[in-house]
C-alpha cells in the first residue's frame, strides 16, 4: 500500500515545487512507481516535468468531480513518474471550493486507486494554507515541509503547525509529519547555519539530516522541464535530492 505526500508551506519560495518534483524523479528512478499531482494554479511542477499548462484532464477537474487522480495522470518523460497536471483554472478553485459542501475532502474522495497503484504519491501545494494547501493535507498520509534557511524560516512554521494541528483535530487524523527539509542553505553564511542550529533545536525529531543546498543546476532545471537529477544527475543539488529521497523512502 503506497502513501500520500502532501509538499506544503505556506511562505512561498522556499523550495516546495523544486522538492516535490526532485523527489519524485529520484523514487521513481529508484524504481517505485511515483505519481505527481500539481496544486498549484502557478503550474510550477508541471512545467518543470516538461508538460504543458493547457492539460485535460488536470487536477481542477478532479477537484470539480471528474476523473480521480489516478484517472487522470499522464506518463511523462521519466520512466516510472507520471504527474497529473495542474492549469491556470485551479486559481478559481479557491474561490469555488468553500461554497461546496464537503469541500475540504474532494481531494480525498478523488485519490481513486492511486495507494494501490503508486507507493508514492506527492502532492505539490500552492504557497498558502488556504482551500487548495487544506484540501491537500486532508487526502494525505503524512506532510513535508521545505524551510529555507534564512531570516524569516520560523516565522511562519507557527501558522502551519497550528493549521497542521487543526486538521489532524478536524479532518485527517492519521496525517504526520514526515519531516522538514532545510533548503537553499548557503553554509558558508553565519545566518544559515544560525537557522540551522534554530531549527534543528526546535524541532528535533522532525528535521531530515540531508540539507538542500543553494545551487545554480536546481535553479536552471526547471527552465529545461527536467528534474536536476536529469539535468545535471553530477551537481550537488542532484546528490542531496537523491539523498532526501532515501532519507523520504527510509522513514516511510
Given at each position: 500500500m503506497g502513501a500520500v505526500y502532501a509538499i506544503a508551506n505556506q511562505k512561498g519560495?522556499?523550495?516546495?515545487?523544486?522538492?516535490a518534483v526532485n523527489v519524485a524523479a529520484s523514487i521513481a528512478e529508484a524504481g517505485q512507481r511515483t505519481l505527481l499531482a500539481d496544486l498549484d494554479p502557478q503550474c510550477n511542477a508541471t512545467v518543470a516535468m516538461g508538460l504543458s499548462k493547457d492539460l485535460s484532464p488536470s487536477t481542477y477537474d478532479c477537484l470539480s468531480g471528474g476523473p480521480s487522480l489516478d484517472e487522470?495522470?499522464?506518463?511523462?518523460?521519466?520512466?516510472?513518474?507520471?504527474?497529473?497536471?495542474?492549469?491556470?483554472?485551479?486559481?478559481?478553485a479557491s474561490v469555488e471550493l468553500p461554497r461546496l459542501a464537503g469541500s475540504e475532502t474532494r481531494l480525498?474522495?478523488?485519490?481513486?486507486?492511486?495507494?494501490?497503484?503508486?507507493?508514492?504519491?506527492l502532492l505539490d501545494c500552492p504557497p498558502s494554507l488556504g482551500p487548495l494547501t487544506v484540501n491537500a493535507l486532508v487526502a494525505a498520509d503524512r506532510v513535508i515541509v521545505p524551510v529555507q534557511t534564512e531570516y524569516f524560516a520560523l516565522e511562519g512554521l507557527a501558522g502551519l503547525l497550528d493549521t497542521l494541528s487543526l486538521v489532524q483535530r478536524e479532518l485527517n487524523p492519521h496525517l504526520a509529519v514526515a519531516g522538514m527539509i532545510l533548503t537553499m542553505h548557503d553554509g558558508r553564511t553565519r545566518l544559515a547555519r544560525d537557522v540551522e542550529r534554530e531549527v534543528r533545536e526546535h524541532f528535533p525529531e522532525l528535521v531530515f539530516d540531508t540539507v538542500i543546498p543553494r545551487n545554480v543546476r536546481v535553479s536552471e532545471a526547471p527552465s529545461f522541464g527536467r528534474p536536476v537529477t536529469q539535468h545535471?544527475?553530477?551537481?550537488?543539488?542532484?546528490?542531496?535530492?537523491?539523498?532526501?529521497a532515501k532519507e523520504v523512502a527510509a522513514r516511510g
Open positions: 519560495g522556499v523550495g516546495k515545487t523544486t522538492t487522470a495522470a499522464v506518463d511523462t518523460a521519466f520512466e516510472g513518474l507520471r504527474a497529473v497536471p495542474a492549469t491556470p483554472e485551479l486559481a478559481g480525498r474522495d478523488a485519490l481513486g486507486a492511486v495507494r494501490e497503484r503508486y507507493l508514492f504519491t545535471a544527475p553530477s551537481s550537488a543539488g542532484s546528490a542531496a535530492y537523491l539523498k532526501l
